[in-house]
């Protein structure tokens, strides 16, 4: 039974000590012991404050950093606008593009075949003249369009030869060459026509010819 008592005397003692502990620190401090806990309580409120007030810091930041939706529109516009004020800058190797008075004298000749193709039926049997209107279109003007189309761009002014003659008026040459073929190739098919029918009036005259008196 004694056992009972011993745990509540030494509870009752810890009381003691801690009352006269507490009560030595109230006598040290004297009339400044209402600060000290005023002090202790303001500590204590701070402390559990702290973390909730780093959370509202941390979203007040990220609302400062993060663009509203006028200056990101704003943004938006400006890049847009110094992006349409860029232009890209021509590929170094683009090859040449046809002028416009190469391409009338192209469609030119191109045309000027087609008419001769449809009088095939009057050149002679084996005729050099139209065999040269074929290879015209199959062959000699794609062969002389590519070739100009093939070379560079930077290159189309520069000269060609020794003459200063850049690619472009090379080109124009050759496209004359073959005009001026097709015009002497349509000439002398005309010129058979011609031959043919004043042949013909010759024949009429010698087989119609008037009685001599």
């Given at each position: 039974?004694?056992?009972?008592?011993?745990?509540?005397?030494?509870?009752?003692?810890?009381?003691?000590?801690?009352?006269?502990?507490?009560?030595?620190?109230?006598?040290?401090?004297?009339?400044?012991?209402?600060?000290?806990?005023?002090?202790?309580?303001?500590?204590?409120?701070?402390?559990?404050?702290?973390?909730?007030?780093?959370?509202?810091?941390?979203?007040?930041?990220?609302?400062?950093?993060?663009?509203?939706?006028?200056?990101?529109?704003?943004?938006?516009?400006?890049?847009?606008?110094?992006?349409?004020?860029?232009?890209?800058?021509?590929?170094?190797?683009a090859k040449p593009e046809l002028p416009i008075d190469v391409q009338v004298k192209v469609e030119q000749i191109?045309?000027?075949?087609?008419?001769?193709?449809?009088?095939?039926?009057?050149?002679?049997?084996?005729?050099?003249d139209l065999f040269l209107v074929r290879q015209t279109a199959s062959e000699y003007l794609p062969r002389t369009?590519?070739?100009?189309?093939g070379l560079p761009r930077d290159s189309v002014d520069k000269p060609l030869t020794a003459e200063g003659k850049?690619?472009?008026?090379?080109?124009?040459?050759?496209?004359?060459?073959?005009?001026?073929?097709?015009?002497?190739?349509?000439?002398?098919?005309?010129?058979?026509?011609?031959?043919?029918?004043?042949?013909?009036?010759?024949?009429?005259?010698?087989?119609?010819?008037?009685?001599?008196?």
């Open positions: 039974m004694w056992l009972l008592f011993v745990p509540l005397l030494i509870l009752a003692g810890l009381i003691l000590m801690g009352s006269a502990l507490v009560g030595a620190v109230f006598g040290l401090l004297g009339p400044a012991w209402p600060l000290v806990l005023i002090a202790v309580g303001a500590w204590m409120f701070w402390r559990e404050d702290r973390p909730r007030r780093q959370q509202q810091y941390g979203r007040a930041v990220a609302t400062c950093a993060k663009p509203g939706p006028r200056a990101s529109a704003k943004q938006s516009g400006s890049v847009a606008s110094v992006k349409s004020e860029v232009k890209p800058a021509p590929p170094q190797n191109r045309r000027k075949v087609e008419v001769l193709l449809g009088f095939a039926d009057r050149f002679p049997p084996f005729s050099q369009i590519d070739t100009f189309l850049t690619p472009l008026q090379e080109l124009k040459t050759q496209l004359d060459l073959l005009d001026a073929k097709l015009d002497e190739i349509a000439q002398a098919l005309q010129r058979q026509d011609m031959d043919r029918l004043l042949a013909n009036r010759r024949f009429l005259e010698e087989r119609f010819g008037r009685a001599t008196a």
